[in-house]
Nanobody, 118 residues
Framework: QVQLVESGGGLVQAGGSLRLSCAAS????????MGWYRQAPGKQRDLVATFTTSSTSYADSVKGRFTISRDNVKNTVYLQMNSLKPEDTGVYFC?????????????WGQGTQVTVSS
């Protein structure tokens, strides 16, 4: 089992910055991919960024503004968000994809609210 707990959300003005954290516990050694998703009101949950041991990827809408990183000692994944825009508003969810014994299992955190005012 894997538990994911997000923190760091809040209210910020357009152009500002926030850093989200996702602390993982449990069988973290078997997590193959970590990612951040966001869900705006009334919309589907969309991928923002992913992190593997060999690469990172970003949605086009956040490229050049957001950076995903991982601290293996703290078992924490971060999402540094700069130059925030009102359209970045939403609930941000941490996601972990665990691979063990030939099976993939997906885990989600509870989400953290990010609100960007214009």
């Amino acid at each position: 089992q894997v538990q994911l707990v997000e923190s760091g959300g809040g209210l910020v003005q357009a152009g500002g910055s926030l850093r989200l954290s996702c602390a993982a516990s449990g069988s973290v050694f078997s997590i193959a991919i970590m990612g951040w998703y966001r869900q705006a009101p009334g919309k589907q949950r969309d991928l923002v960024a992913t992190f593997t041991t060999s690469s990172t990827s970003y949605a086009d809408s956040v490229k050049g503004r957001f950076t995903i990183s991982r601290d293996n000692v703290k078992n924490t994944v971060y999402l540094q968000m700069n130059s925030l825009k009102p359209e970045d508003t939403g609930v941000y969810f941490c996601n972990g994809l665990r691979y063990y014994s030939g099976t993939y299992t997906e885990y989600w955190g509870q989400g953290t609210q990010v609100t960007v005012s214009s």
